[in-house]
């Protein structure tokens, strides 16, 4: 497969399961806020820095030039669709690798919620801004202004609409301008990554009084009569939330747990498709990482730092309950598998080892 079959296929897939999300899945229960901002439901509040606003007032516009309809989400589903033109532009890969990343944007998840209005399609497209530049960099090309203009734009973009991101977007951009760069990339990894962890924690002390009444009821943003919320997960200090971040964030990554798939047989295929991804991830990461036996510590630190800080952030969103897991994922979903399969896959990265 080449990559303009890659990119047509794409787009076809898309197509069929954004009909199959609105006209299937939409008639049997709501495709998260989609609906809502087609409607222009949140068009009341009228406050241009509420994201739900914006995606009402764009929505609503939609609506109006097409109807109500399926055809309403074709301009966020083909902005989804673009950031894959863009962000592969320069990624040079053998057939079957390029039918291998088709494979991973079939996730059920991926086509449905980035194939319709939604926040996914967008922050998609604004992630690929920002990683046209790195990739640039990685492979010793020359940035132009206008490149670095886009990809300023795609990382203030990404945090305004999901600002727990932040980290792992300077995380990517520090690592790829800075310690890339140096002589000693082993003790400045580890030093970086050492500074990090201390000034985190010390700002953790420093703001421990300030989150904890937020940390407490944070829990209450997701409504106990949903479906598929869960009443038992809360935290009950800053400590608490911190304690279960290691298991909390690959919870909220994967989605349902075994026992909610069990129990709701509709959430099984999610939960095996999210295992599935997330040992495809690891995989990944493993095959960009350690190569002949020999580690590549740059890449190691800088993608499992960036990894591992787009999973914290997403920890506060997926853990509470398994829908909102499912669907928030498949904003840095792509971005994810795109970064790891430069490293895995192209070997004309002139990034230090």
């Keep these: 497969m080449s990559r303009q079959q890659f990119l047509l296929l794409l787009l076809i897939s898309k197509l069929f399961c954004g009909l199959i999300a609105w006209y299937v899945i939409g008639s049997i229960t709501k495709l998260g806020d989609t609906q809502d901002y087609l409607s222009g439901f949140y068009l009341n509040r009228n406050n241009p820095l509420s994201t739900a606003y914006l995606m009402s007032l764009t929505g609503s516009i939609f609506s109006k030039i097409v109807g109500y309809n399926f055809l309403a989400n074709l301009p966020l589903l083909l902005l989804s669709w673009f950031s894959l033109v863009i962000v592969t532009k320069d990624l040079c890969m053998k057939k079957v690798h390029w039918l291998f990343l088709f494979l991973l944007f079939l996730s059920p998840s991926y086509q449905i919620w980035t194939s319709i209005h939604s926040k996914e399609a967008i922050i998609n497209f604004f992630f690929s801004l920002y990683l046209m530049a790195i990739i640039k960099s990685w492979l010793g090309k020359r940035i132009s202004k206008k490149v670095l203009l886009l990809a300023f734009t795609g990382f203030f973009l990404v945090i305004f609409f999901k600002p727990l991101y932040a980290p792992s977007l300077l995380w990517l951009a520090f690592f790829t301008a800075f310690i890339a760069k140096r002589k000693k990339i082993v003790m400045s990894s580890m030093i ?63 989605g349902p747990k075994l026992s909610e798939a069990l129990k709701v047989k509709m959430m099984l295929p999610f939960f095996i498709e999210g295992i599935l991804t997330l040992s495809i991830i690891l995989i990944l990461l493993f095959n960009s990482t350690i190569k002949n036996s020999r580690i590549f510590f740059l890449r190691f630190f800088m993608l499992l730092g960036f990894i591992t800080l787009l999973f914290i952030g997403h920890y506060p969103q997926g853990y509470f309950n398994p829908g909102s897991a499912i669907r928030y994922k498949e904003a840095f979903y792509p971005a994810i598998l795109v970064v790891l399969f430069y490293f895995s896959f192209d070997n004309r990265l002139k990034i230090k080892s």
């Design 192 to 254: 970086t990554t050492l500074f990090a962890i201390v000034c985190s924690i010390l700002l953790v002390l420093l703001a421990y009084k300030l989150l904890d009444p937020v940390i407490k009821v944070f829990h209450l943003h997701f409504s106990a009569d949903g479906d598929f919320s869960r009443p038992s997960h809360k935290w009950d200090s800053v400590s608490d939330m911190l304690y279960k971040i290691p298991a909390g964030m690959i919870v909220a990554f994967v």
